[in-house]
């Protein structure tokens, strides 16, 4: 079995948002067959995630830096301080937020810390 995701964001999901569930399920294996074929609408089970709903999200799947945050503090963002040295999704330059950045990123420190 495959995993299919997506997102709908900004413009896409306040046009999406408030109609039924059901509507929204269909245009999104739609879309999905566009890509992989009408396996798309032969699911196993189908879920739905309402970032906005969320209280620490608050409207995304990942954290975004405030404004101000990158450009007052990002010159220390990546520079060990002594023997503390930083890894996690947000410091990840590649699939930021995310697993796939966390673990990235604790390989970088892992690597730095073995040299």
Do not use: I
């Amino acid at each position: 079995p495959g995993v299919l995701m997506g997102f709908l964001g900004g413009r896409e999901w306040r046009k999406w948002a408030h109609r039924p569930a059901a509507e929204r399920r269909g245009a999104v294996l739609r879309c999905f067959a566009q890509v992989v074929g009408d396996r798309a609408f032969d699911t196993v089970e189908y879920v739905e995630q309402d970032w906005t709903a969320e209280q620490w999200t608050q409207g995304g799947p990942t954290s975004v830096a405030a404004p101000g945050v990158l450009t007052d503090f990002g010159q220390w963002r990546d520079r060990p301080h002594h023997r503390v040295h930083w890894a996690g999704a947000e410091f990840s330059p590649y699939w930021n937020g995310y697993m796939d950045g966390a673990v990235r990123s604790g390989r970088h420190t892992a690597t730095e810390l073995l040299h």
